[in-house]
């Protein structure tokens, strides 16, 4: 890549200014400023010719989209760790590179969970409504009655580097740690964070907090039906931070209708940015709209991290976060 040839990116929303301009600086950049998801026809017609893109969770890579690009395509760098919105075998079999932003969000993310589940457990979100709607109140000893977080068991589902950073918050609150995943960690993991591994029946019906980081697969759509939920405690406090798909909507919003649980906080949705009417009106469920990594600090590393991707991927070098090492390593070892 020269000062001559400076190839041709599209990016498909208006990142952290200083992310644009190490992308300006090198390359022609197309930028979708919009304040929505870059409409499907758009983004199919400006990806065509160009050599790399950098996208969001909103936006599809598949067969179609690569398609549209054409064969110069040699990068997608996703703006999110997770990548479900990407087809990685297609990039593959294109020999096109694909990228996520993994780790840099890991902290900010379980801190989204752990506000989540401080919230639901403690009513916060229903006090402030409370108030803000003027209703006259005085303090009494059965108002608003939460949960314990302190002391309580948490079940955290997808034991990855969000998981575990889950864990580590909690044992600050004195919690007793329980996981489930496909895989086991170290057995150093397990015993740095006194973390024990359960089934995941198990797990629903012995925690007080169920927390969710699993990626978005066949196997975990889905994966909190109707039977898990009449696992859990009437206690429990469900919080998901992952994907909206791998909850059954309607049947938490029956749950929490139903008092079958205690409460709920969710950060993402079945059909963003759709939110079903059902959980709309609950209010033991924390509703946010996918705030998981929205921090100043880590937007921009995140953002960094995209264009560090970016950058290698066009000029020939293994991009830090690879998915695909097997589409064209750059850098065979
Ligand atoms: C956001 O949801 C992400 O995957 O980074
Ligand atoms: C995501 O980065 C995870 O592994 O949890």
């Known amino acids: 890549m020269t ?40 983004l199919l ?9 950098v996208t969001l969770l909103t936006d599809r890579v598949d067969e179609e989209f690569l398609d549209a ?10 703006y999110a760790v997770g990548f479900d919105n990407i087809d990685v075998d297609a990039c593959t079999r294109r020999g096109v590179l694909a990228c996520n932003t993994p780790e840099v969000l890991t902290e900010t993310t379980a801190d989204t969970a752990f506000a989540l589940m401080m919230a639901a457990a403690r009513r916060i979100a229903e006090g402030d409504r409370f108030l803000r709607s003027g209703t006259a109140w005085i303090w009494g000893p059965l108002m608003m009655l939460g949960q314990d977080v302190h002391h309580a068991t948490v079940g955290i589902v997808g034991f990855g580097r969000i998981g575990q950073a889950v ?3 909690a044992r600050g609150f004195s ?11 170290p057995a150093e993991v397990e015993q740095e964070l006194a973390a024990e591994y359960r089934d995941l029946e198990d797990l629903l019906r012995e925690s007080d907090f169920i927390s969710l980081h699993t990626s978005l697969s066949t196997q975990t759509r889905h994966l909190i039906n109707a039977e ?32 079958q649980i205690f409460a709920a906080g969710l950060d993402v949705f079945e059909r963003e940015p759709e939110v079903h009417p059902g959980l709309l009106a609950c209010d033991n469920a924390v509703l946010i709209p996918h705030l998981g990594s929205a921090t100043v600090q880590t937007r921009l590393a995140m953002a960094n991290l995209a264009v560090d991707n970016l950058l290698a991927g066009l000029q020939g ?17």
Do not use: F, W
Not at 45 to 53: C, H, M, S, T
Not at 69 to 78: D, E, R
């Open 167 to 169: 864990a580590r918050r």
């Open 69 to 78: 690009a054409g064969p110069q395509l040699t990068i997608v760098a996703n």
């Open 317 to 333: 070098r293994r991009p830090p976060a690879l998915l695909n090492p097997q589409a064209r390593d750059p850098e065979p070892r």
């Open 45 to 53: 017609a400006e990806a065509a010719g160009k050599a790399g893109a």
């Open 228 to 259: 898990r939920l009449a696992l859990m405690k009437p206690t429990a406090v469900l919080v998901n931070t992952s994907r909206g798909p791998v909850v059954d909507e309607q049947a938490l919003a029956r749950a929490l209708a139903r008092r």
């Open 175 to 185: 919690m007793r740690v329980v996981y489930h995943d496909t895989a086991r960690p």
């Open 3 to 42: 000062a001559e040839t400076r190839p041709p990116v599209l990016v498909t929303r208006r990142l952290p200014q200083q992310a644009l301009d190490r992308i300006t600086a090198v390359c022609d950049m197309t930028l979708y400023d919009g304040e929505d998801a870059m409409p499907r026809g758009r």
